[in-house]
């Protein structure tokens, strides 16, 4: 078996597997879309014989952590024909999209998992929880009447300047993030292939975009796809767009972030509510991630002993000292009840703000000492990780 980047002249057999491995065969402006991304990513290939048995595509993407913006390599269109799975074929190609990325100096990854303990083996982790809410009419808010300065455009139709307008706001909103993905021209064309229905409500105020959604209506469901706001009074203006269409729609789905509250201000707030954990993170390159975090507040030196079997890079104890420079340092200089032990699924989910140092202490049998503890607790920027987009 050999592992290598796939060459154009072996594209259709790409497309012959995913439509094999996946529910559903992709025509039209879908197969359109996959064809341009297996063009555009570090497509990798495990071949037998001359023939392709197994797959999976690195998007070159990014995404913000506490603020500051990295390369992230979105692994998706993951599969091996069934005669030739748990025979090895994903154990080579996950470490030589590891290796790939290490070199396109990709240091994050995400993915959405078919199977949480798969990916978790290859040390990816769950790092966002999602909200999936669906409002009843019965249930809309109600946050008054008045005239909101609220435009409108789809894909069908679009308004060259409010759409310009839309990319640039969801940029800035989303650069202050943490977890949120920067869309490109071709990312967004990519949503515009898969999701050609959608329509756009942008919100104004003194001509400035402070919100906007994108939306479908479809069997008296209004589905919310994106919601970015600035601040409360766009949040109230969109609601108000969103439940002016009570007349034609039952219900109002959509998902959002556990940490967000939606819905704290309803009149009516017991709606059904679906809480999933369906995209994981790993961090590529420790290292450099390391340099590139945005730490708080360093009054000591922190270290950290990463474990990482399929990235022998990250594999060392390294220092953070207080003005956030990084090193990897020897074990015997350096006091052992001041390293903290970790696998780079924990350093992952940690760095990230999924979950807290205390937290992680007492869910993994951690073993460091209280001043450690909250050391890293300092260190550390609070906020949430939010991730709406799938590949």
């Not at 060459?7 to 012959?16: A, G, K, L, T, V």
């Not at 945005?294 to 399929?310: G, M």
């Not at 951690?366 to 949430?384: D, F, G, M, N, S």
Request: charged share 25%.
């Amino acid at each position: 078996m050999e592992i290598k980047k796939v060459p154009p002249s072996d594209y259709e057999q790409i497309y012959r597997l995913r439509d094999y491995s996946f529910p559903s065969v992709y025509e039209g402006d879908k197969k359109e879309d996959f064809q341009f991304w297996v063009a555009n990513s570090e497509t990798l290939g495990a071949y037998e014989d001359n023939q392709i048995i197994g797959q999976l595509l690195v998007l070159p993407l990014n995404m913000t952590v506490h603020g500051v913006n990295m390369l992230m390599g979105g692994i998706g269109f993951v599969a091996t024909y069934p005669e030739y799975r748990n025979k090895g074929v994903m154990k080579q190609l996950m470490q030589k999209a590891l290796e790939s990325m290490r070199q396109q100096g990709q240091l994050v990854s995400v993915l959405a998992p078919f199977s949480v303990s798969f990916y978790r083996y290859f040390g990816w982790e769950l790092f966002v929880d999602k909200v999936h809410y669906t409002v009843p009419r019965t249930a809309f808010p109600d946050f008054g009447k008045q005239r909101d300065d609220v435009k409108r455009f789809s894909f069908s139709v679009v308004d060259t300047a409010l759409f310009s307008d839309v990319m640039q706001f969801h940029n800035e909103l989303c650069a202050k993030k943490n977890g949120a993905m920067l869309r490109d021209a071709a990312w967004w064309k990519r949503i515009e292939r898969r999701q050609p229905k959608s329509h756009f409500a942008v919100v104004y105020e003194l001509q400035e975009v402070i919100g906007y959604i994108r939306y479908t209506i479809d069997q008296l469901t209004f589905e919310v796809q994106d919601f970015l706001v600035k601040n409360y009074y766009a949040q109230q203006a969109l609601w108000r767009f969103m439940t002016a269409h009570a007349a034609s729609i039952e219900k109002i789905c959509g998902v959002t972030s556990l940490d967000e509250q939606m819905g704290f201000l309803f009149q009516e707030p017991q709606y059904k509510r679906e809480l999933t954990r369906d995209v994981m993170a790993r961090i590529v390159d420790v290292k450099i991630f390391l340099q590139q975090y945005n730490w708080r507040e360093l009054d000591a030196s922190l270290y950290v002993q990463i474990t990482d079997p399929f990235c022998e890079w990250n594999e060392a104890i390294y220092e953070i000292n207080k003005y956030g420079k990084i090193a990897k340092v020897d074990e015997e200089n350096v006091n052992k009840e001041h390293i903290l032990e970790l696998t780079i699924n924990h350093l992952t989910t940690l760095l990230l703000g999924y979950i807290t140092m205390e937290r992680l202490v007492y869910l993994t049998n951690v073993t460091c000492t209280e001043e450690v503890i909250r050391q890293w607790e300092r260190a550390i920027p609070y906020q949430v990780p939010t991730f709406y987009e799938y590949f």
